[in-house]
């Protein structure tokens, strides 16, 4: 009777890893979508109050994709627009595949909550930095303030699609807060 109900485990074990696999993707893939529009809403209610829309994924995509300083960018170039658009989602969609694979793991393991909280810290940091060194002007064109504000709504978004499909992870969190 033992081996029968070992060989079901052991049956069902790679059907569990699986489908733990696709759940970490779907999530991944939407948490991206979620925080890539939070980002891309933000620089367009930026960019329409300036009164250009657009301007933003242009001015990036000028920058990043044919090496102009944000000073030559003076109108919006629609292919830009639709290129950087894409590259912003497929960046989006590693983070939010990251993300969900760490949230994962803090589900299965509260523990990895501080370590998961540091990754994400360090993370924004290091984007931050990495794109004021690589594209110091770009950043002082949008606005330290604007990026800084477009990262914290893209996070906030990501974690609470996250939470809003893990509440378990949220009892979790709440149980690590409150432990003395």
């Known amino acids: 009777m033992e081996s029968s109900s070992q060989s079901i485990s052991q049956a069902s074990s790679p059907n569990?890893?699986?489908?733990?696999?696709?759940?970490?993707?779907?999530?991944?893939?939407?948490?991206?979508?979620?925080?890539?529009?939070?980002?891309?809403?933000?620089?367009?209610?930026?960019?329409?109050?300036?009164?250009?829309?657009?301007?933003?994924?242009?001015?990036?995509?000028?920058?990043v994709f044919l090496g102009q300083?944000?000073?030559?960018?003076?109108?919006?170039?629609?292919?830009?627009?639709?290129a950087y658009t894409g590259l912003h989602g497929v960046l989006f969609l590693f983070a939010g595949l990251a993300l969900a694979g760490m949230f994962s793991m803090f589900e299965h393991n509260p523990q990895f909550g501080i370590i998961l909280l540091l990754l994400f810290l360090m993370f924004e940091a290091i984007l931050f930095s990495f794109a004021?060194?690589?594209?110091?002007?770009?950043?002082?064109?949008l606005g330290a303030v604007a990026v800084a504000s477009g990262n914290l709504f893209a996070a906030i978004a990501m974690f609470w699609f996250l939470i809003r499909r893990h509440p378990a992870a949220l009892a979790q969190l709440k149980l690590a807060w409150h432990e003395e």
């Open 69 to 82: 300083t944000p000073e030559q960018i003076v109108s919006v170039n629609g292919f830009i627009v639709f």
């Open 16 to 63: 569990l890893a699986h489908a733990r696999a696709v759940s970490i993707i779907e999530d991944g893939i939407l948490t991206g979508v979620a925080g890539a529009v939070v980002v891309a809403l933000w620089f367009l209610i930026l960019d329409t109050a300036r009164g250009q829309m657009f301007f933003t994924p242009s001015l990036i995509g000028s920058v």
């Open 132 to 141: 004021a060194a690589i594209f110091p002007n770009l950043v002082g064109a």
